[in-house]
């Protein structure tokens, strides 16, 4: 084993020789891998990739069908949506193989008109109902590898904001017709992608559309949402398994379906992912690009998260990887508690836009300011060829240069980067880029002894605003004698009830329903009296 030079060494030709021992390079995807501006030493490798035997074991035993969410007694199965032939049983393998085919199938009918509306019309637009990774995935897709060619626009709800859904339900409206509608919610009953599925259900059956012939539902089986569909005998069902997780659900109907509508070729996106998750099980430590990278996020934090994550891919096509890496990361790796139920406080914040155009904005505290940090650069090789070069200025030249002048700039400032470069950017490289930074996670949680794939911070919030809505409800019943009320004595006649929560409650309530009025000052909240009209 060579020796690592040592990255306090600000030799020229010792970082050349640091960076020659470090970098990893598969030729068949064309893809490497640079950790050598990393702050570690040969002492703490050695010492890590003894620790990895263990985290491969846990890796192995994942794939293999263990029960890996504990708190919901679930498998963690998103590995064999792009590798059937590493399920678990017989009968699961075929399941995946022929929903592959189905998606398949319907997606590429859609893009091609010979699927169509209840008039013979092809669908010209998709609109896409889904929150979390049911939103970010296929926005990444969407963006990411869009055909030239397609002529499907896909249009996307991942928030109940009442403005965001009447923007896209009126970029729609000419076009409502010819509209395919797909909602996507695992458990059938989140009410985000409810709120947001009813309000494109009533603008399309207002405009006098039949909502089951252009609607398609993406939910685990038998799930509310999942029934609905049926009676209602919808266009298409697509069945979400339970062992997928949102933030991992990319590679599931979640990513492949939207991808089919643009004219990508989905086998070639499951096989760079699959390639990647075999490279990443080579129990040879220095050259398993996952445990490479998971090591570098382990050093560089103290395995303690201390850094944060700065995502730059310099790319306009890759500008949602950042948002899309941000819930792969930190809703994984953000755990108040460890397995043996000790508060470790874990996580590692992620943020990021594209480059060059963070260097006119926060690199200039990256570079200058605290050391908080490291940043992970991801580099498209290839550029367009219909972009000529004028007057000695090639933009694909320049791009280059500033990634390399930013790192430069970073590593002369002692400040941390890795640097991730392919080829091109196509359905087999993101494929793989996503399944390194899954595999990445996986590798961390295990160094870290945290469960990745559960989510109590998100469910204790889900189950908080529950709560909020419930007193709402009950401030409109105590309102109901068209009385006025102080929010000191709706909180009596509430039990339980928080009187900060009232104050919020009824400010949102009374701006928005104009059969409540207020009187009192609302910078005194005192002050404040608030009666129905009935």
């Excluded at 990513?255 to 096989?271: E, H, T, V």
């Excluded at 096509?317 to 950042?322: A, D, I, M, N, Y």
């Excluded at 550029?383 to 990634?403: A, H, M, Q, V």
């Excluded at 919020?504 to 910078?523: A, P």
């Amino acid at each position: 084993m060579m020796s690592i030079p040592d990255f306090t060494l600000r030799n020229t030709e010792t970082q050349w020789q640091r960076f020659c021992d470090l970098l990893w390079y598969n030729k068949d995807l064309e893809f490497w891998l640079d950790i050598s501006r990393m702050h570690f030493s040969d002492s703490d490798f050695v010492k890590i990739e003894e620790r990895f035997q263990i985290v491969f074991d846990a890796m192995e035993d994942l794939e293999s069908g263990s029960i890996a969410n504990k708190d919901e007694e679930r498998q963690v199965g998103h590995y064999w949506l792009r590798n059937p032939n590493i399920a678990p049983n017989e009968e699961l393998k075929n399941k995946i193989q022929n929903e592959i085919e189905d998606i398949e199938e319907f997606g590429n009918k859609v893009a091609r008109g010979l699927i169509t509306n209840s008039r013979g019309n092809p669908f010209t637009d998709v609109l896409w109902i889904g929150i979390g990774g049911s939103g970010l995935g296929p926005i990444l897709i969407d963006r990411a590898l869009r055909n030239r060619g397609a002529k499907l626009s896909l249009h996307f709800i991942d928030n109940v904001d009442p403005d965001g859904i009447y923007s896209v339900l009126n970029e729609l409206n000419e076009n409502l017709s010819t509209t395919l509608f797909i909602t996507v919610s695992k458990s059938g009953g989140t009410p985000e992608p409810q709120i947001a599925m009813d309000q494109a259900r009533e603008r399309l059956e207002q405009n006098g559309y039949s909502w089951p012939e252009q609607a398609v539902a993406i939910t685990m089986q038998e799930s509310p949402l999942d029934i609905k569909a049926s009676k209602q005998n919808w266009l298409k069902r697509f069945d979400m398994p339970d062992w997928v997780g949102g933030r991992t659900s990319i590679t599931s109907v979640v990513g492949l379906l939207p991808a089919s509508f643009i004219g990508c070729d989905i086998r070639k996106f499951l096989n760079g992912a699959s390639s990647m998750d075999q490279l990443t099980r080579n129990r040879v430590f220095r050259d398993n690009p996952a445990a490479l990278l998971a090591s570098s996020w382990f050093f560089s934090g103290a395995g303690r998260g201390t850094r944060d994550m700065v995502v730059l891919p310099y790319r306009d096509k890759l500008e949602v990887f950042s948002r899309y890496l941000q819930q792969l990361v930190m809703e994984s790796l953000g755990k108040k508690q460890n397995r043996q139920g000790i508060n470790v406080f874990q996580g590692i914040s992620v943020y990021g836009n594209k480059g060059s155009t963070d260097q006119h904005a926060y690199v200039q505290q990256l570079r200058d300011g605290i050391d908080n940090f490291f940043v992970t650069f991801i580099e498209v090789l290839s550029d367009n060829k219909d972009i000529k070069t004028i007057d000695d200025r090639n933009p694909g030249e320049y791009l280059s240069g500033f990634l390399q002048g930013t790192r430069k700039a970073l590593s002369d400032s002692s400040k941390q980067s890795v640097s991730i470069t392919i080829k091109q950017l196509d359905e087999s490289t993101l494929g793989a880029l996503i399944a390194l930074f899954e595999r990445a996670v996986g590798f961390y949680s295990e160094l870290i002894d945290i469960n990745a794939y559960n989510q109590p911070g998100v469910e204790a919030g889900k189950k908080a605003a529950a709560e909020i809505l419930t007193l709402k409800n009950k401030i409109i019943s105590s309102l109901s004698d068209g009385n006025f009320s102080s929010l000191k004595e709706l909180q009596d006649d509430i039990e339980n009830s928080s009187i900060e929560s009232i104050f919020w409650i009824s400010r949102h309530l009374t701006n928005n329903n104009n059969q409540y009025i207020v009187e009192g000052d609302w910078g005194i909240p005192t002050t404040l009296r608030i009666k129905k009209i009935v």
